[in-house]
């Protein structure tokens, strides 16, 4: 993951017709969780309609309790390729299990591994052999020389197209749900040539917190940010506090955008 650094250079890729990294920002934009299918395609046909670069959505979601509601699976699945034909927006979804990477693959142009999967190394080492470009979310308590070192396990099976993603450590605040840690974006582009996002939302756990944290994050160097975006968020299935509402998107990304680019 370093192999480049030394060259000054930085990973730039191709998903799904968009290129990643270096000089392109990515807003990667959608709701938590797919929960039906006007759910779905009302924000997908949004995100499109703002500009986002990808659309995200969970068909398997890691939950805290057995007994939340776990996601639409497979169903979930065939939602999300809806709203990809009909927007033409890569999707990015979650994938928990090493038994689901072939239905993953079939409609995610990024598979996200979870916080709480980071050092699943048998799915990690899964996704390097699938091909499937990865979003890798930091650990709860990971060291980002443990963040590097998960990245490294997709990369060995010759699988290049990873994104790390800071989402909030935990510390001993309690005021908030996690601490963002946005020193890891300037520190982790000494570490690797990678793109570096930051997912606002699950550090903060509530709107309100979801537009500064998305400008420093860009002023700091963010090559992308992950947020929620939900069309009635007081409705959501999960994380409906934290989540964006659709129709303050639009002065959303054109902001977030505008300070990436003087960043
Ligand atoms: C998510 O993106 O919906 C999610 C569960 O994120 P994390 O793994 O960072 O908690
Ligand atoms: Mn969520």
Redesign the pocket.
Known sequence: ASSQIKAGERSVFDIGGRKVGGDHFAMIAGP??VESRDQLLVSADAMKAAGATMFRG?AYKPRTSPYSFQGLGQEGLRLLQEAKDRTGLPIVTELMDVRDVEAVCEVADVIQVGARNMQNYTLLSEIGRSGTPAIIKRGLSATLEELVMAAEYILKEGNEKVLLCERGIRTYEPAYRFTLDLMAVPVLKEMTHLPIIVDP??AAGRRDLVPSLSLAAAAVGADGIIV?VHPDPDEAI??GP?QLRLEDFPAYIEQVERAAAVA
């Open positions: 938590c969780t969970g939302s699950h929620e999960c994380d934290q």
